[in-house]
């Protein structure tokens, strides 16, 4: 397995030098609470809220963001807790947005007085509930939301993420698909905030590059079949496919194989919302070369271990670390801020997570608090440095490629920096 890592500049597939982007400018209404002034008192005790997927298209990605936030509550109190106290947690589901079950799981975070929320995982079912929880005084902290959206929204300085803009992932992606040799290139993708930036930026690159777009299809999140849309994607004649889906890949990939635009009839690409485990749901060999992007460093090895003893039936580990991280990160917060407020947390999470003296755990970066020394955390996501809009300036897209099992493997990582 190769564990390289690359840079690439975005002005051109070949040359040297970091991944830098323009990042969505978020003015006066991105994240960070530099703003927000007086900031209320906490209780006291550091409550953690969970707003995961357990139910819906996004299913597989709720036991490795339940089990990073676990991990990281369990870290957590081993090392003292947080202002003299355990962390207390409480869990809900988020769905995937159809149904809309997102808004009753905040009220019942809400009324158990969380002071950060973990989650959601999609951008349309954050974008759903933002409001409501900002304008509670609690922080929105999410693991897995890459809508460009967020970059600008008018958040109150209280949302939060540790996974990257789709402006990175379209990058790299786009990029891949041309370093394969594709010219004429189909994008099918969700109908939403995530589904539709993610095909935008990948477009863009394509374009920027040279490639053709020769059809970009977006279908409707709640549809049960997607003939008419699979014709436009054949009749384009493509020789590569860029799927943005979600679980209904399990549905579209057999229509795609019926009309001949299969795996092992064009060149197929998945994305972070699709990449999972897939060996119970085709025969071997049925997604065999598709090639795969999503926003995460390396997983290493022990930190697979330490959530496998969180989960011991963890078979995906997709934004696991991000939510560790962005556990750990509100917990220094509160102790940096010496509140366990959300105001409180949100107005320190941007300066913990850069510009400081580095370190790597809860217990060491906590010590160095307690000391008066200002940190930078490097989480096990990656470096986590916090740009104004409060999402992370430097990040990794890891590629990877689908085997005989219809699971995948890593090929490469690539490194890039918004600014």
């Keep these: 397995m190769k564990r390289s890592t690359k840079t690439m500049r975005l002005a051109t597939v070949a040359a040297a030098g970091a991944l830098v982007l323009a990042a969505c400018g978020g003015g006066d209404d991105g994240g960070g609470g530099d703003d927000a002034g007086a900031v209320a008192k906490g209780d006291g005790t550091l409550t953690v809220g969970s707003l995961l997927p357990s139910t819906g298209d996004l299913a597989f990605l709720g036991p490795p963001e339940f089990a990073g936030v676990d991990l990281a509550v369990k870290d957590i109190n081993e090392a003292g807790g947080v202002l003299g106290k355990d962390v207390v947690q409480s869990k809900a589901d988020s769905g995937d947005g159809t149904p809309k079950i997102a808004p009753g799981s905040v009220d019942k975070l809400l009324n158990a007085n969380v002071d950060t929320i973990i989650g959601a995982a999609s951008s349309s079912v954050s974008l759903s509930v ?51 040799g594709a010219k004429n ?25 040279g490639g053709n777009v020769a059809a970009k299809v977006v279908y409707s999140v709640d549809a049960t079949s997607y003939t008419s849309e699979v014709a436009k994607i054949k009749d384009a004649n493509p020789d590569a496919i860029v799927l943005i889906a979600f679980n209904e890949t399990t549905k579209i990939i057999p229509e795609f194989e ?56 963890l078979k995906d580990f997709t934004y696991g670390p991000e939510s560790y991280d962005a556990t750990i990160m509100s917990a220094l917060a509160a102790e940096a801020a010496e509140n366990d407020s959300g105001e409180a947390i949100a107005s320190e999470l941007i300066n913990i997570s850069r510009d400081g003296e580095e370190c790597t755990t809860y217990a060491d970066c906590v010590k160095l608090i307690k000391d008066g020394t200002d940190i930078d955390y490097n989480g096990v996501s990656g470096p986590v440095d916090l740009n104004d809009t409060g999402s992370p300036s430097k990040a990794t897209i890891g590629i990877f490629e689908y085997n005989n099992n219809n699971n995948y493997d890593n090929t490469d990582y690539i490194t890039g920096v918004v600014e």
């Design 185 to 209: 290139i189909a994008i099918m993708a969700r109908q939403d905030s995530y589904g539709e930036a993610l095909a935008e930026n990948t477009e863009k690159t394509i374009k920027d590059q």
């Design 130 to 180: 933002i409001d409501k929880i900002t304008s509670a005084g609690v922080v929105h902290f999410s693991p897995a939301n890459t809508s460009t959206e967020f970059d600008t929204y008018n958040d109150k300085g209280m949302y939060f993420r540790t996974a990257p803009s789709d402006v990175l992932q379209g990058n790299v992606l786009g990029n891949l698909v041309l370093q394969d």
């Design 258 to 313: 019926s009309a001949g635009i299969g795996p092992q009839d064009v060149q197929n690409y998945f994305v972070d919302g699709n990449t999972a485990d897939y060996s119970k749901d085709f025969p071997k060999g049925a997604l065999k070369g598709i090639k795969a992007t999503y926003p995460g460093a390396e997983l290493k090895s022990d930190f697979r271990k330490r959530m496998l003893e969180v989960d011991p039936k």
